[in-house]
C-alpha cells in the first residue's frame, strides 16, 4: 500500500515568513493532493497536482509535484495567521485518498 | 458555492448502541465516500460508494458497518454496534470525477463511552 510521509511534522513561523512543507510517497505518484485542515474541522481542499513537474500556485500558496522524486512540496510565501492549520497530502492510486501524516502549522505574530 | 454537509456535528453514544451519522453530498455528484480520523492519526479511508453500491473498502470497514443512500440526496454510515475504539471523527466526501477531486465535509465526532 502506498504510504506517505510528510516533514515537517510541525512547523512554527513567523508571520510574514516564508515555509516548506514536503510530501514523499513510498510509490509512484500518479496524482497529488493538498488539503488544509483545522483542528476538529474538516478538510478544505487546497490544490491537486496530476503531472511530473507540475505546479500551481493560488493566492499565497504554491505546490509542485516532482515524479521522479516520487515527492511534492507545498511553498508558503509570507506566511499570514489565516494560514495556520494542518496540512494534509493525499495520494488516490485507486478508488481511495491515501493521507499522509500531516503538518501542523503555527503562525506567530 | 455548493459544499458536504454532516449532521450530527457532534455523537455521543453508549457503548454497543447503534448510530447513524448522516451526510448531503454535493448535489450533482455521483462518488461518495467515508473517511475518518482517530485523535491524533491519520485520515483513514472507510468506504466508497457508487452507482447504489459499495465500490471499494477498507478493512476497518467490518460487519458492523453499513452504507446506504436512501434517497436523492443523503448518505449515510451505520454503526451497528459501536465500540469505544470507535470514537474519531468521521468525514464524508464526495467527487464528481471519482477519487480525484474530493469534497470534505466538516465531520462528526463520535464519542463512545
Known amino acids: 500500500s502506498q504510504e506517505l510521509e510528510q516533514s515537517p511534522q510541525s512547523l512554527i513561523v513567523q508571520e510574514g515568513k516564508n515555509l516548506t512543507i514536503n510530501c514523499t510517497s513510498s510509490?509512484?505518484?500518479?496524482?497529488l493532493y493538498w488539503y488544509k485542515q483545522k483542528y476538529g474541522e474538516g478538510l478544505i481542499f487546497l490544490m491537486m497536482?496530476?503531472?511530473?513537474?507540475e505546479e500551481k500556485s493560488h493566492e499565497k500558496i504554491t505546490a509542485k509535484l516532482d515524479e521522479k522524486k516520487q515527492q511534492s512540496s507545498l511553498h508558503i510565501t509570507a506566511s499570514q495567521p489565516s494560514h495556520a492549520g494542518i496540512y494534509l497530502c493525499g495520494a488516490a492510486p485507486h478508488e481511495k485518498l491515501t493521507f499522509g501524516t500531516g503538518t501542523r502549522l503555527t503562525i506567530i505574530p | 458555492e455548493p459544499e458536504v454537509t454532516q449532521t450530527p456535528s457532534h455523537q455521543v453514544t453508549q457503548m454497543g448502541q447503534e448510530v447513524i451519522l448522516r451526510c448531503v453530498p454535493i448535489?450533482?455528484?455521483?462518488?461518495f465516500y467515508w473517511y475518518r480520523q482517530i485523535l491524533g492519526q491519520k485520515v483513514e479511508f472507510l468506504v466508497s460508494?457508487?452507482?447504489?453500491?459499495?465500490?471499494?473498502k477498507s478493512e476497518i470497514f467490518d460487519d458492523q458497518f453499513s452504507v446506504e443512500r436512501p434517497d436523492g440526496s443523503n448518505f449515510t454510515l451505520k454503526i451497528r454496534s459501536t465500540k469505544l475504539e470507535d470514537s474519531a471523527m468521521y468525514f464524508c466526501?464526495?467527487?464528481?470525477?471519482?477519487?480525484?477531486?474530493?469534497?470534505f465535509g466538516p465531520g462528526t465526532r463520535l464519542t463512545v463511552l
Open positions: 497536482l496530476q503531472k511530473g513537474g
Open positions: 460508494f457508487y452507482n447504489n453500491e459499495i465500490s471499494e
Open positions: 448535489s450533482n455528484h455521483l462518488y
Open positions: 466526501a464526495s467527487s464528481d470525477r471519482g477519487a480525484r477531486g474530493q469534497f
Open positions: 510509490k509512484t505518484l500518479y496524482g
